[in-house]
């Protein structure tokens, strides 16, 4: 036996143990691919209702499918910083320019995640600018006066549950 026949054996062997590594490999990198697309539409459609579940899962799902050290080291840096910005917000209601310095606050939230989307869609081949990112959102008026009740409603059951606000009872005589 020569060289030439040992060579067409082991081709005929591990060919199909080749074709199928080298198609699971592509299968995995299309299904990665298929995360990272969720994570950034995902984001991109709830970027104007940032406490959404659905926005906060794709937020908190960067660091596991963004986990190239060298292709996604700056969406993760960027991630980073915007976590950093969110979890560092130690603003008091009771300050005196609670107003203003929330508003700060979220205007630099707003630009944090602009900057995430625009890297992050850049790698997926997409070319926002960050203006259109910020500014190119649709909340129906409605929408949001629901979560404005919803949220008042909340916080007002809380008060009277937690014995902070008291229950108004008024008394009709007939």
Known sequence: MNLNDILTISAVLFSPF???FVQRKIDLSREKRGHKLWIFRTLMATRGNKISLEHVQALNSIELFFDNAKRDKLIVEKWNEYLDHLVGQNLKT???DYSA???AW???ADD??????QIMGKSLGYDFDKVKIKRGIYIPRGHGEE???QLMIRKGLVGMFGGKIPLPIKVIND
């Open 18 to 20: 080749l074709a199928v």
């Open 94 to 96: 009771d300050d005196k």
């Open 101 to 103: 310095k929330l508003a």
């Open 106 to 108: 979220a205007e630099k």
């Open 112 to 117: 944090l995640l602009a900057d995430l989307l």
């Open 147 to 149: 979560l404005s009740d």
